[in-house]
């Protein structure tokens, strides 16, 4: 066993994090404030290559695994979420959906502009009825010759407000439902019938966009079925294990700065005559935060090493996600409740952190939806097959 | 035209801590940076390439040939890069590294132009420009806060106080670039992987030259010996003014005055 990163990797840490605290840092305050993507850091990523970080080369990519994309999402969660997320929605599911299932030409065509952040990205799987329970969508898609004709919405679309590809599934057979009625496709914003309907106004992840999508007779060239007609479920869920697993380093990061914050604030802070430092209380939280911290990362690194060596990794990606966001979580309420009014204020980042950090128990799979897959996948093993 | 640019590496200060009553040096994470000059020399260097193209040579002498300095300058664009490895190089003075980098331009045919840091961040000389530049009977332009190629001269931007001087010389020469003339771009992701890995090129690209292939080491004396390091006198402690606005302004000012020399 060897749990040492490579050189390659400490390389990749070191420019992503140069460019994290030169580009990120210095915004994700005013972001946040100003309820704004930034957009100008999104093409910036891009122009470093950060955007095709695991995607192959010769699709505009770094190929520097997943590995690579998690230390990216770790370094990006550690300063700003906002922008961990326009990025993960951006490579974790949106591209990633064409880069798992994507014929040669589309990879070409869209997936390599996307790695390259010339153009943005986001993944259209929620809808108004159908969050959790994915399955029940109703997003309708009618062949008619060469084309498929979509009507319907989407809701919680994150980057959607500005996303050039937007990847989708639709109902293409109702009859057979998610096994075999559902189909992927790959459209462009800019097409007529792609209407962005309205943006969210949200408690946290303010520098990001979450829009609700509206299709109206939106053709779709046959081309761009993403996977096979039928099976775009299967697409979707392969992508979303991917944007699990990083969404789990993000929240590594997270958790990482309010345990950093934490540790500063504690030995310079002073009352009853010693720093917070001092105290058992204040230890006790410490040491139980950096032991969470070590654990998520050992298992969001492990996993990440698993998907680049082509192992199964459905179940472990659903406790990155679960046990990240839940890690992050308690992290931000500790750093709170250690820096006290200083952490309540927004002058300070840790305020944000609280709001940010939320989210993350929430999108890509609720954590109850991620502890199902994780109770299915177990009691599959043991031949009892359990239903949501 | 060929530029090369010297590498040095430097310990990251952000890792250390000083400490002034101990009289030591603690090093708590030993990270090593491009020294910032050579860094903003090699950007230079670059910024040459894309406008006109040119052969980028980065070289660098460090202790482990399988030091990062090397790989971070390909990552960022340079087309080749030569280590020089063999004893005594990498802890040379300024006056033995410019004899090795003299020997390094022949061997490498020539050069149009060499870009170095004008000032180690971390013992704060700056010889090796003018040394290098005095070996090869060049001439050179210390401090260029931008360095552009015209007519097959050179122009560079010095400041002169507060003002900025436009100066121009013949190639070859030796610039040497302050570490904060030039903003350095981030490595190519791409690039970065690929030097790590050894694909792309990237594995070819690199050359590894022994000081003593390239000239007679014994030749090498240098001019500086180190003796050991000390720890400047702890300072005082300051004094705390009380009193209103002006009476603190007041004994500011005195206590200014009671200071200046002569």
Not at chain 1, 257 to 263: M, T
Not at chain 2, 69 to 89: P, Q, V
Not at chain 2, 189 to 213: F, H, K, S, T
Request: proline share 4%; hydrophobic share 45%.
């Amino acid at each position: 066993m060897d749990f040492t990163f490579s050189r390659e990797a400490k390389a990749l840490r070191r420019m992503v994090r140069a460019f994290v605290e030169k580009e990120v840092a210095p915004i994700a305050a005013e972001i946040d404030r100003e309820h704004r993507v930034p957009l100008g850091v999104m093409r910036k990523l891009g122009k470093t290559g950060l955007l095709g970080v695991c995607f192959p080369q010769e699709y505009g990519g770094m190929g520097a695994g997943e590995v690579g994309y998690c230390i990216l999402m770790e370094e990006l969660g550690r300063v700003c979420t906002s922008t961990a997320t326009n990025v993960g929605a951006h490579i974790g599911i949106g591209a990633m959906a064409i880069h798992v299932d994507g014929t040669e030409e589309q990879k070409l065509r869209y997936l390599a502009p996307l790695a390259r952040g010339e153009q943005f990205a986001a993944f259209g799987l929620t809808e108004s009825n159908a969050g959790s329970d994915a399955a029940n969508i109703s997003t309708r898609a009618v062949r008619d010759g060469d084309e498929w004709v979509v009507n319907g919405g989407k809701v919680y679309i994150t980057n959607g407000g500005y996303a050039d590809v937007v990847t989708l599934i639709a109902v293409t057979d109702p009859a057979l439902g998610a096994r075999g009625g559902v189909t992927a496709f790959i459209v462009e914003s800019d097409w007529p019938g792609f209407e962005v309907a309205r943006e969210e106004d949200k408690m946290g992840i303010r520098g990001t966009s979450t829009a609700e999508l509206v299709f109206d007779d939106l053709r779709v060239p046959h081309e761009n079925v993403l996977g096979k007609v039928g099976e775009g479920f299967v697409t979707f869920m392969k992508a979303l294990d991917m944007g699990r697993l990083t969404l789990g380093a993000a929240c590594l990061g997270g958790a990482q700065a309010a345990l950093d914050w934490s540790v500063a604030w504690a030995r310079t802070r002073e009352q009853f005559g010693t720093q917070l430092a001092q105290k058992q209380s204040i230890q006790w939280m410490i040491a139980d935060l950096a032991t969470e911290v070590e654990a998520l990362r050992s298992l969001v690194y492990r996993v990440a090493w698993m998907v680049d060596t082509g192992q199964p990794f459905t179940e472990l990606a659903a406790m990155c996600k679960l046990y990240g966001s839940e890690v992050a979580s308690r992290a931000v309420d500790m750093a709170v409740q250690i820096h006290g009014g200083l952490g309540y204020s927004r002058d300070y980042p840790i305020e944000r952190a609280f709001r940010d950090a939320r989210i993350a128990e929430i999108f890509e799979g609720t954590n109850e939806i991620q502890r199902i897959v994780i109770a299915s996948r177990i009691f599959r093993e043991h031949g009892v097959r359990i239903s949501p | 035209m060929r530029i090369l640019v010297i590498l040095r590496r430097v310990l990251d200060p952000a890792g250390l801590v000083a400490h002034a009553r101990l009289r030591r040096l603690f090093i708590n994470r030993e990270e090593y940076l491009i020294e910032p000059g050579d860094h903003a020399a090699l950007e230079a260097a670059l910024r040459i390439k894309d406008g006109g193209g040119a052969e980028v040579v980065v070289v660098s002498g460090q202790p482990e040939p399988d030091d990062d300095t090397l790989r971070r300058g390909l990552a960022m664009g340079a087309d080749r890069a030569i280590y020089l490895s063999g004893a005594g190089f990498a802890d040379a003075d300024d006056g033995v590294a410019a004899e090795v980098l003299k020997a390094t331009v022949e061997r490498l045919g020539g050069a149009d132009l060499v870009l170095v840091g004008m000032t180690r961040l971390d013992t704060g000389q700056a010889q090796l420009g003018p040394r290098l530049a005095g070996a090869l009977g060049w001439p050179q332009i210390v401090g260029a806060w931008s360095v552009e190629i015209a007519d097959g001269r050179i122009r560079a931007v010095r400041r002169d106080g507060d003002d900025y001087v436009i100066v121009e010389t013949d190639l070859p020469a030796v610039v040497t670039v302050p570490a904060k003339a030039l903003e350095p771009r981030y490595p190519d992701g791409a690039r970065l992987i690929n030097v790590y890995r050894g694909e792309g090129g990237m594995a070819e690209a690199v050359l590894q030259w022994d000081v003593a292939d390239l000239m007679d080491p014994e030749g090498l004396v240098p001019l500086l010996e180190g003796r050991g390091r000390d720890f400047p006198p702890e300072r005082e402690r300051g004094v705390r003014v009380e009193g209103s606005i002006e009476e603190a302004a007041q004994a500011v000012a005195e206590a200014l005055r009671g200071r200046r020399p002569g």
